[in-house]
Protein backbone atom coordinates (compact mmCIF):
# COMPACT_ATOMS: atom_id res chain seq x y z
CA UNK A 1 0.00 0.00 0.00
CA UNK A 2 1.62 3.05 -0.88
CA UNK A 3 -0.55 5.17 1.26
CA UNK A 4 -0.41 3.09 4.57
CA UNK A 5 1.88 6.26 6.21
CA UNK A 6 -0.71 8.73 5.77
CA UNK A 7 -3.36 6.59 7.03
CA UNK A 8 -1.49 6.19 10.31
CA UNK A 9 -0.88 9.36 10.54
CA UNK A 10 -4.64 10.07 10.35
CA UNK A 11 -5.57 7.52 13.02
CA UNK A 12 -3.20 8.79 15.03
CA UNK A 13 -4.68 12.42 14.93
CA UNK A 14 -7.93 11.25 14.92
CA UNK A 15 -7.09 9.40 17.88
CA UNK A 16 -5.74 12.34 19.68
CA UNK A 17 -9.26 14.42 18.82
CA UNK A 18 -11.04 11.52 20.22
CA UNK A 19 -9.34 11.45 23.33
CA UNK A 20 -9.51 15.32 24.12
CA UNK A 21 -13.33 15.03 22.96
CA UNK A 22 -13.57 12.18 25.74
CA UNK A 23 -11.77 14.52 28.48
CA UNK A 24 -14.33 17.28 27.63
CA UNK A 25 -17.30 14.53 27.30
CA UNK A 26 -16.16 13.51 30.97
CA UNK A 27 -16.11 16.95 32.66
CA UNK A 28 -19.78 17.48 31.85
CA UNK A 29 -20.97 13.49 32.32
CA UNK A 30 -18.90 13.16 35.81
CA UNK A 31 -20.99 14.22 38.68
CA UNK A 32 -18.63 16.32 41.33
CA UNK A 33 -19.76 13.70 44.00
CA UNK A 34 -18.07 11.20 42.28
CA UNK A 35 -15.07 12.70 42.09
CA UNK A 36 -14.51 14.47 45.65
CA UNK A 37 -13.42 13.38 48.51
CA UNK A 38 -15.94 12.00 51.02
CA UNK A 39 -14.01 11.90 54.37
CA UNK A 40 -13.63 15.34 55.71
CA UNK A 41 -11.46 16.29 58.16
CA UNK A 42 -13.26 19.05 59.48
CA UNK A 43 -12.06 21.92 62.51
CA UNK A 44 -13.85 23.46 64.77
CA UNK A 45 -14.21 27.66 65.41
CA UNK A 46 -12.85 27.25 69.20
CA UNK A 47 -10.03 25.32 67.87
CA UNK A 48 -6.55 27.27 68.44
CA UNK A 49 -4.74 28.12 65.34
CA UNK A 50 -1.97 26.14 66.89
CA UNK A 51 -3.62 23.14 67.42
CA UNK A 52 -5.42 23.55 64.01
CA UNK A 53 -1.81 23.54 62.05
CA UNK A 54 -1.06 20.29 63.83
CA UNK A 55 -4.69 18.66 62.37
CA UNK A 56 -3.57 19.82 58.97
CA UNK A 57 -0.11 18.59 59.47
CA UNK A 58 -1.21 15.21 60.72
CA UNK A 59 -3.48 14.84 57.85
CA UNK A 60 -1.26 16.20 55.17
CA UNK A 61 -4.10 18.71 53.77
CA UNK A 62 -3.94 22.44 53.50
CA UNK A 63 -6.99 23.44 54.82
CA UNK A 64 -10.43 22.40 56.08
CA UNK A 65 -14.14 22.96 56.15
CA UNK A 66 -15.22 24.61 59.53
CA UNK A 67 -17.97 23.32 61.87
CA UNK A 68 -19.62 23.98 64.65
CA UNK A 69 -21.95 21.06 65.06
CA UNK A 70 -23.50 19.77 62.16
CA UNK A 71 -23.24 23.76 60.83
CA UNK A 72 -20.67 24.74 58.18
CA UNK A 73 -19.57 28.19 59.39
CA UNK A 74 -16.73 28.32 57.53
CA UNK A 75 -13.52 27.78 55.75
CA UNK A 76 -9.62 28.13 56.76
CA UNK A 77 -6.47 26.66 55.03
CA UNK A 78 -2.59 26.88 55.67
CA UNK A 79 -2.40 30.56 54.92
CA UNK A 80 -4.11 31.66 57.39
CA UNK A 81 -1.89 29.94 59.60
CA UNK A 82 0.94 31.43 58.17
CA UNK A 83 -0.35 34.90 58.41
CA UNK A 84 -1.20 34.06 61.80
CA UNK A 85 2.18 32.99 63.03
CA UNK A 86 3.79 36.60 61.10
CA UNK A 87 1.28 38.51 63.58
CA UNK A 88 1.69 36.40 66.55
CA UNK A 89 -1.55 35.34 66.90
CA UNK A 90 -1.23 31.49 66.58
CA UNK A 91 -3.01 31.42 69.85
CA UNK A 92 -6.24 33.19 68.19
CA UNK A 93 -9.46 30.77 67.79
CA UNK A 94 -10.21 29.14 64.30
CA UNK A 95 -13.41 30.97 64.42
CA UNK A 96 -11.42 34.52 64.70
CA UNK A 97 -9.16 33.73 61.30
CA UNK A 98 -11.70 31.56 59.23
CA UNK A 99 -12.98 32.72 56.19
CA UNK A 100 -16.71 33.27 56.77
CA UNK A 101 -18.34 33.22 53.45
CA UNK A 102 -18.07 29.84 52.38
CA UNK A 103 -18.22 29.09 48.65
CA UNK A 104 -19.69 25.42 48.09
CA UNK A 105 -20.56 23.35 45.23
CA UNK A 106 -23.77 20.98 45.00
CA UNK A 107 -22.62 17.37 45.13
CA UNK A 108 -24.91 16.18 42.36
CA UNK A 109 -23.35 18.99 39.92
CA UNK A 110 -21.17 18.30 37.34
CA UNK A 111 -17.34 18.54 36.87
CA UNK A 112 -17.38 21.27 35.16
CA UNK A 113 -19.94 23.99 37.44
CA UNK A 114 -16.15 23.00 39.82
CA UNK A 115 -13.88 24.28 37.32
CA UNK A 116 -15.51 26.90 36.68
CA UNK A 117 -15.36 28.08 40.03
CA UNK A 118 -12.32 26.65 40.53
CA UNK A 119 -10.72 29.21 37.96
CA UNK A 120 -13.25 31.76 38.83
CA UNK A 121 -12.31 32.23 42.27
CA UNK A 122 -8.60 30.63 42.56
CA UNK A 123 -9.61 28.86 45.43
CA UNK A 124 -7.20 25.71 46.35
CA UNK A 125 -10.54 23.56 47.75
CA UNK A 126 -14.25 24.12 47.84
CA UNK A 127 -16.79 22.29 50.46
CA UNK A 128 -19.40 19.96 48.96
CA UNK A 129 -22.76 20.14 49.97
CA UNK A 130 -26.12 18.06 49.29
CA UNK A 131 -29.08 19.97 48.69
CA UNK A 132 -30.01 19.75 52.03
CA UNK A 133 -27.05 21.80 52.51
CA UNK A 134 -25.06 19.70 54.83
CA UNK A 135 -21.15 18.86 54.21
CA UNK A 136 -20.72 15.54 52.10
CA UNK A 137 -17.36 16.02 50.92
CA UNK A 138 -14.45 18.31 50.17
CA UNK A 139 -12.98 18.92 46.23
CA UNK A 140 -9.73 20.18 45.18
CA UNK A 141 -8.53 20.22 41.40
CA UNK A 142 -6.13 17.63 42.41
CA UNK A 143 -9.33 15.87 43.48
CA UNK A 144 -11.14 16.42 39.18
CA UNK A 145 -7.57 15.11 38.06
CA UNK A 146 -7.41 12.22 39.68
CA UNK A 147 -11.15 11.69 39.26
CA UNK A 148 -10.79 12.01 35.23
CA UNK A 149 -7.96 9.59 35.02
CA UNK A 150 -9.55 7.06 36.79
CA UNK A 151 -12.54 7.60 34.78
CA UNK A 152 -10.60 7.15 31.89
CA UNK A 153 -9.20 4.11 32.80
CA UNK A 154 -11.74 2.74 33.80
CA UNK A 155 -13.21 3.27 30.28
CA UNK A 156 -10.46 2.48 28.00
CA UNK A 157 -10.41 -0.76 30.16
CA UNK A 158 -13.71 -1.62 29.01
CA UNK A 159 -12.65 -1.11 25.67
CA UNK A 160 -9.55 -3.27 25.88
CA UNK A 161 -11.80 -6.46 27.24
CA UNK A 162 -14.23 -5.54 24.20
CA UNK A 163 -11.67 -5.76 22.16
CA UNK A 164 -9.74 -8.85 23.88
CA UNK A 165 -12.76 -11.12 23.97
CA UNK A 166 -13.08 -10.73 20.34
CA UNK A 167 -10.15 -10.58 19.01
CA UNK A 168 -9.33 -14.40 21.15
CA UNK A 169 -12.02 -15.56 20.03
CA UNK A 170 -9.95 -18.16 18.16
CA UNK A 171 -7.71 -18.95 20.85
CA UNK A 172 -10.19 -19.58 23.39
CA UNK A 173 -11.90 -21.84 21.44
CA UNK A 174 -10.62 -24.84 20.67
CA UNK A 175 -11.44 -27.16 17.80
CA UNK A 176 -9.75 -29.17 14.67
CA UNK A 177 -10.98 -26.14 12.36
CA UNK A 178 -12.63 -23.33 14.31
CA UNK A 179 -14.46 -21.12 12.23
CA UNK A 180 -17.39 -18.37 12.37
CA UNK A 181 -19.40 -18.02 9.52
CA UNK A 182 -21.62 -14.92 9.13
CA UNK A 183 -25.10 -15.14 6.82
CA UNK A 184 -26.54 -12.46 5.46
CA UNK A 185 -29.99 -12.64 3.16
CA UNK A 186 -29.66 -10.04 0.57
CA UNK A 187 -33.03 -8.76 -1.06
CA UNK A 188 -32.99 -8.16 -5.24
CA UNK A 189 -33.39 -4.37 -6.05
CA UNK A 190 -33.78 -3.17 -3.11
CA UNK A 191 -30.63 -0.44 -3.57
CA UNK A 192 -31.94 1.50 -0.43
CA UNK A 193 -30.75 -1.51 1.83
CA UNK A 194 -27.49 -2.16 -0.82
CA UNK A 195 -24.25 -2.30 1.25
CA UNK A 196 -25.35 -3.04 4.76
CA UNK A 197 -24.31 -6.57 4.52
CA UNK A 198 -20.71 -5.74 3.67
CA UNK A 199 -21.39 -2.67 6.22
CA UNK A 200 -21.66 -5.39 8.92
CA UNK A 201 -18.93 -8.33 7.64
CA UNK A 202 -16.86 -5.10 8.00
CA UNK A 203 -17.56 -4.34 11.26
CA UNK A 204 -17.22 -7.72 12.45
CA UNK A 205 -14.00 -8.08 11.16
CA UNK A 206 -12.46 -4.90 12.86
CA UNK A 207 -14.02 -6.45 16.25
CA UNK A 208 -12.25 -9.44 15.01
CA UNK A 209 -8.79 -7.21 15.05
CA UNK A 210 -7.99 -7.74 11.30
CA UNK A 211 -5.49 -5.78 9.74
CA UNK A 212 -6.88 -2.84 8.15
CA UNK A 213 -5.89 -3.60 4.21
CA UNK A 214 -7.37 -6.75 4.74
CA UNK A 215 -10.76 -5.20 5.65
CA UNK A 216 -10.50 -3.21 2.65
CA UNK A 217 -10.04 -6.08 0.46
CA UNK A 218 -12.86 -8.17 2.01
CA UNK A 219 -15.20 -5.04 2.11
CA UNK A 220 -14.93 -4.35 -1.68
CA UNK A 221 -15.18 -7.60 -2.39
CA UNK A 222 -18.40 -8.53 -0.08
CA UNK A 223 -19.85 -5.14 -1.93
CA UNK A 224 -19.81 -5.78 -5.24
CA UNK A 225 -20.88 -9.54 -4.40
CA UNK A 226 -24.02 -8.05 -2.22
CA UNK A 227 -24.47 -5.87 -4.88
CA UNK A 228 -24.34 -8.31 -7.76
CA UNK A 229 -27.20 -10.39 -5.54
CA UNK A 230 -28.98 -6.82 -5.68
CA UNK A 231 -28.97 -5.68 -8.98
CA UNK A 232 -29.08 -9.16 -11.48
CA UNK A 233 -30.75 -11.71 -9.07
CA UNK A 234 -34.88 -12.51 -9.55
CA UNK A 235 -35.12 -13.84 -5.94
CA UNK A 236 -31.97 -12.40 -4.25
CA UNK A 237 -29.74 -14.73 -2.50
CA UNK A 238 -27.58 -15.16 0.30
CA UNK A 239 -23.65 -13.67 1.48
CA UNK A 240 -21.98 -15.93 3.43
CA UNK A 241 -18.68 -15.35 5.04
CA UNK A 242 -16.43 -18.09 7.19
CA UNK A 243 -14.25 -16.63 8.68
CA UNK A 244 -11.09 -19.15 9.61
CA UNK A 245 -7.80 -18.00 11.79
CA UNK A 246 -5.81 -17.62 8.69
CA UNK A 247 -8.15 -17.22 6.16
CA UNK A 248 -11.93 -15.93 5.01
CA UNK A 249 -14.25 -17.37 2.75
CA UNK A 250 -16.77 -14.89 1.30
CA UNK A 251 -19.42 -17.15 -0.83
CA UNK A 252 -22.55 -15.19 -2.46
CA UNK A 253 -25.16 -17.91 -3.95
CA UNK A 254 -28.55 -17.25 -5.57
CA UNK A 255 -31.26 -18.95 -7.42
CA UNK A 256 -31.28 -17.66 -10.80
CA UNK A 257 -31.11 -15.77 -13.49
CA UNK A 258 -27.85 -17.65 -14.06
CA UNK A 259 -24.96 -15.90 -15.96
CA UNK A 260 -24.52 -17.33 -19.78
CA UNK A 261 -21.13 -16.94 -20.38
CA UNK A 262 -19.03 -16.75 -17.32
CA UNK A 263 -15.67 -15.71 -18.96
CA UNK A 264 -17.45 -12.45 -20.44
CA UNK A 265 -18.92 -11.07 -17.34
CA UNK A 266 -15.76 -11.79 -15.94
CA UNK A 267 -14.24 -9.17 -18.59
CA UNK A 268 -14.15 -5.37 -17.15
CA UNK A 269 -16.33 -3.48 -18.02
CA UNK A 270 -18.73 -5.87 -19.46
CA UNK A 271 -22.30 -5.31 -18.09
CA UNK A 272 -26.15 -6.45 -18.80
CA UNK A 273 -27.55 -3.94 -16.24
CA UNK A 274 -30.21 -2.38 -18.11
CA UNK A 275 -29.50 1.89 -18.28
CA UNK A 276 -31.69 2.93 -14.89
CA UNK A 277 -29.50 0.62 -12.80
CA UNK A 278 -26.57 2.43 -14.45
CA UNK A 279 -28.03 6.05 -14.33
CA UNK A 280 -27.40 5.57 -10.31
CA UNK A 281 -23.73 4.78 -10.79
CA UNK A 282 -24.09 0.60 -10.45
CA UNK A 283 -23.48 -1.79 -13.28
CA UNK A 284 -20.20 -0.26 -14.99
CA UNK A 285 -19.20 -3.69 -15.37
CA UNK A 286 -16.11 -3.56 -12.79
CA UNK A 287 -18.22 -5.97 -9.80
CA UNK A 288 -16.50 -8.72 -11.01
CA UNK A 289 -12.86 -7.12 -11.59
CA UNK A 290 -12.42 -5.63 -8.59
CA UNK A 291 -13.74 -8.59 -6.67
CA UNK A 292 -11.09 -10.60 -8.20
CA UNK A 293 -8.16 -7.78 -7.62
CA UNK A 294 -9.09 -7.85 -4.33
CA UNK A 295 -9.14 -11.47 -3.74
CA UNK A 296 -6.44 -14.27 -3.15
CA UNK A 297 -8.53 -16.95 -5.06
CA UNK A 298 -11.82 -16.69 -6.69
CA UNK A 299 -13.85 -19.10 -8.25
CA UNK A 300 -17.29 -18.28 -10.28
CA UNK A 301 -20.05 -21.19 -11.34
CA UNK A 302 -23.17 -20.91 -12.83
CA UNK A 303 -25.95 -22.48 -14.43
CA UNK A 304 -28.67 -20.77 -16.36
CA UNK A 305 -31.93 -21.70 -14.56
CA UNK A 306 -30.30 -22.65 -11.66
CA UNK A 307 -27.63 -20.15 -10.03
CA UNK A 308 -24.96 -18.75 -9.55
CA UNK A 309 -22.36 -19.49 -6.62
CA UNK A 310 -19.01 -17.32 -6.11
CA UNK A 311 -16.85 -18.09 -3.62
CA UNK A 312 -13.47 -15.87 -3.00
CA UNK A 313 -10.88 -16.42 -0.22
CA UNK A 314 -8.55 -13.81 1.24
CA UNK A 315 -5.86 -15.38 3.30
CA UNK A 316 -5.63 -13.21 6.55
CA UNK B 1 -5.60 20.07 5.24
CA UNK B 2 -9.06 19.42 6.95
CA UNK B 3 -12.40 18.89 5.11
CA UNK B 4 -13.08 22.33 7.06
CA UNK B 5 -10.84 24.38 4.90
CA UNK B 6 -12.26 22.54 1.66
CA UNK B 7 -15.66 23.78 2.29
CA UNK B 8 -15.18 27.12 3.18
CA UNK B 9 -12.74 27.51 0.01
CA UNK B 10 -14.96 26.04 -2.04
CA UNK B 11 -18.12 27.47 -0.79
CA UNK B 12 -19.72 24.30 -0.23
CA UNK B 13 -23.32 23.80 1.64
CA UNK B 14 -22.98 21.38 4.18
CA UNK B 15 -25.91 19.38 4.06
CA UNK B 16 -25.33 16.25 6.70
CA UNK B 17 -22.59 15.49 8.80
CA UNK B 18 -21.53 18.97 9.85
CA UNK B 19 -19.86 17.32 12.98
CA UNK B 20 -17.14 15.68 11.10
CA UNK B 21 -15.51 18.32 9.14
CA UNK B 22 -12.50 18.14 11.14
CA UNK B 23 -11.07 15.04 9.29
CA UNK B 24 -7.35 15.82 7.35
CA UNK B 25 -7.57 14.94 3.65
CA UNK B 26 -5.68 11.81 2.35
CA UNK B 27 -6.37 12.74 -1.44
CA UNK B 28 -9.10 13.02 -3.63
CA UNK B 29 -11.26 10.92 -6.12
CA UNK B 30 -13.86 11.29 -8.70
CA UNK B 31 -16.35 8.99 -10.49
CA UNK B 32 -20.29 8.34 -10.85
CA UNK B 33 -19.87 4.70 -10.99
CA UNK B 34 -19.18 3.24 -7.62
CA UNK B 35 -17.50 0.45 -8.58
CA UNK B 36 -14.84 2.46 -9.89
CA UNK B 37 -14.86 4.30 -6.07
CA UNK B 38 -14.87 1.02 -4.52
CA UNK B 39 -11.79 0.01 -6.31
CA UNK B 40 -9.61 3.54 -6.35
CA UNK B 41 -10.84 5.68 -3.34
CA UNK B 42 -8.61 5.59 -0.67
CA UNK B 43 -9.45 6.02 3.33
CA UNK B 44 -9.39 9.76 4.33
CA UNK B 45 -10.45 10.70 0.89
CA UNK B 46 -12.64 13.29 -0.82
CA UNK B 47 -15.01 12.07 -3.02
CA UNK B 48 -16.50 14.26 -5.96
CA UNK B 49 -19.63 12.31 -8.06
CA UNK B 50 -23.05 13.86 -9.44
CA UNK B 51 -24.87 10.63 -7.70
CA UNK B 52 -26.96 11.90 -4.91
CA UNK B 53 -28.33 8.68 -3.88
CA UNK B 54 -28.48 6.38 -1.10
CA UNK B 55 -25.71 4.41 -1.85
CA UNK B 56 -23.22 6.48 -1.79
CA UNK B 57 -23.14 7.00 1.95
CA UNK B 58 -22.55 2.90 2.03
CA UNK B 59 -19.63 3.46 -0.57
CA UNK B 60 -18.55 6.16 1.36
CA UNK B 61 -18.82 4.81 4.53
CA UNK B 62 -17.13 1.29 3.62
CA UNK B 63 -14.28 2.92 3.04
CA UNK B 64 -14.13 5.57 5.42
CA UNK B 65 -13.99 8.46 3.03
CA UNK B 66 -13.78 11.84 4.71
CA UNK B 67 -16.39 13.09 2.82
CA UNK B 68 -18.69 13.03 -0.59
CA UNK B 69 -19.11 16.05 -2.45
CA UNK B 70 -22.26 16.25 -5.22
CA UNK B 71 -21.77 18.70 -7.75
CA UNK B 72 -24.08 19.97 -10.17
CA UNK B 73 -26.76 21.11 -8.01
CA UNK B 74 -27.97 17.53 -7.70
CA UNK B 75 -29.85 17.24 -3.77
CA UNK B 76 -29.39 14.20 -1.60
CA UNK B 77 -33.54 13.20 -0.31
CA UNK B 78 -34.20 13.09 3.19
CA UNK B 79 -33.18 9.04 3.12
CA UNK B 80 -29.91 10.12 2.36
CA UNK B 81 -28.81 13.08 4.70
CA UNK B 82 -30.13 10.85 7.78
CA UNK B 83 -28.14 7.73 6.54
CA UNK B 84 -25.30 10.07 6.32
CA UNK B 85 -25.65 11.88 9.92
CA UNK B 86 -26.21 8.36 10.94
CA UNK B 87 -23.00 7.11 10.04
CA UNK B 88 -21.04 10.32 10.14
CA UNK B 89 -20.23 10.95 6.26
CA UNK B 90 -20.54 14.52 5.31
CA UNK B 91 -22.16 15.48 2.59
CA UNK B 92 -21.37 18.88 0.85
CA UNK B 93 -23.23 20.06 -2.45
CA UNK B 94 -22.53 22.67 -4.68
CA UNK B 95 -23.50 24.18 -8.22
CA UNK B 96 -20.36 23.63 -10.06
CA UNK B 97 -19.20 20.93 -12.16
CA UNK B 98 -17.44 18.17 -10.90
CA UNK B 99 -14.55 19.24 -13.30
CA UNK B 100 -14.40 22.65 -11.74
CA UNK B 101 -14.88 20.79 -8.55
CA UNK B 102 -11.71 18.70 -8.92
CA UNK B 103 -9.78 21.82 -10.28
CA UNK B 104 -10.29 24.01 -7.11
CA UNK B 105 -9.29 20.87 -5.19
CA UNK B 106 -5.91 20.59 -6.98
CA UNK B 107 -4.88 24.38 -7.04
CA UNK B 108 -5.64 23.64 -3.26
CA UNK B 109 -2.95 20.95 -3.21
CA UNK B 110 -4.88 18.06 -2.85
CA UNK B 111 -3.94 14.96 -4.59
CA UNK B 112 -5.55 12.70 -6.41
CA UNK B 113 -5.97 9.12 -4.87
CA UNK B 114 -3.24 7.07 -6.30
CA UNK B 115 -3.84 3.95 -8.03
CA UNK B 116 -2.21 0.82 -6.04
CA UNK B 117 -2.41 -2.60 -5.92
CA UNK B 118 -5.26 -3.95 -3.56
CA UNK B 119 -2.58 -7.57 -2.77
Known amino acids: MVDTHGEEKITASAKSILEVTKLQ ?3 YELKIEEVMTKKVVTVSPDDTMRAMKEVLRMNRISGAPVMRGRELV ?3 SIENVIKALERGEIEATVGEKMTSEVQTLFADETVIHAVNKFGRLGFGRLPVVNRQGQLVGILTQGDIARGLLRQLEIDYHEEEIHRYRASHIFQDIV ?3 T ?6 KVQPRDFSRCGEAASKLKRALERLGALPAIVRRIAVVSYEAETNLVIHTTQGGELLAEIQPEKIRIIAVDHGPGIPDVEQALRPGYSTAPDWIRELGFGAGMGLSNIKTCSDEMHLDSKIGVGTRLEVIINM | MKLQKIVEELSLSVQAAGNKLDTEITGGYASDLLSC ?5 RKGNVWVTLQSHLNIVAVAALLQLAGIVVTEGMSPDAATLDKANEEGIPILTTSATTFAVVGQLTAL ?5 EVVNDK
Open chain 2, 109 to 113: GIKGA
Open chain 2, 37 to 41: VMAKA
Open chain 1, 175 to 177: SDQ
Open chain 1, 74 to 76: GII
Open chain 1, 179 to 184: GLILRY
Open chain 1, 25 to 27: ELV
